[in-house]
């Protein structure tokens, strides 16, 4: 079984900051993406930033400059450091990786169980 363990989600003020965390386990053999993305109700879940195993980022227009996605690939950890926060980034953040379980064997995607991020004026 593999879980992705999500931590950090909470209140902030607008400009304020957050950080969150995602951390994998179980039966793993490597991580290709890890990434977070965010859903409001009522809306489509929508990718705010991934990062490949070799440090490569992509970032949605609308967190470019603010936020910065991070991983540690000893601790199958991926970050999200969120700056300059403001009340269109509430949302239910969903960490996601595409990883490979054994060697040899297809990636599978995987989903955390969601975290509440709330901005608040």
């Known amino acids: 079984q593999v879980q992705l363990v999500e931590s950090g989600g909470g209140l902030a003020q607008v400009g304020g900051s957050l950080r969150l965390s995602c951390a994998a386990s179980?039966?793993?053999?490597?991580?290709?993406?890890m990434g977070w993305y965010r859903q409001v109700a009522g809306k489509q879940r929508e990718l705010v930033a991934n990062?490949?195993?070799?440090?490569?980022?992509n970032y949605a227009d609308s967190v470019k400059g603010r936020f910065t996605i991070s991983r540690d690939n000893a601790k199958n950890t991926v970050y999200l450091q969120m700056n300059s926060l403001k009340p269109e980034d509430t949302a239910v953040y969903y960490c996601?990786?595409?990883?490979?379980?054994?060697?040899?064997?297809?990636?599978?995607?995987?989903w955390g169980q969601g975290t509440q991020v709330t901005v608040s004026s």
């Open positions: 996601n990786a595409d990883l490979v379980r054994r060697y040899g064997s297809r990636p599978y995607n995987y």
């Open positions: 179980g039966s793993i053999f490597s991580i290709n993406i």
């Open positions: 990062i490949r195993s070799d440090g490569t980022t």
